[in-house]
């Protein structure tokens, strides 16, 4: 894996941006981009639920995904965050160095 994708709901546009800026200054993801409004349709403690939520991804070092998960569960509002790992196998490996630069992975 080159690089990964990290896919993260959040309830508010306002807890998707308080989550990227951090995890942007403390260099564990290189760039976020906050995607707006979703529906989401789900069973939650025996109930189903429809919310509208943000999306977030965030992208990042395969080595920092411990951290950056860690990192966004404390940030986070809900209890069980949907915080999924997508591995980026190929593409432009300027851009994967990039990363790589701009979070702790390039200490």
Known sequence: MLAAAVYVTTGTFEEAQTIARSVVVDRLAACANILGSSS???????????DSETVLFLKTHPKLITPLTERIKELHSYDCPCIAVLGIVDGNDEYFQWIKKQTRAGD
Not at 40 to 50: A, F, P, V
Request: charge should be negative; hydrophobic fraction near 35%; charged fraction near 10%.
């Open 40 to 50: 989401s349709i789900y069973l939650w403690q025996g109930n189903m639920c429809e």
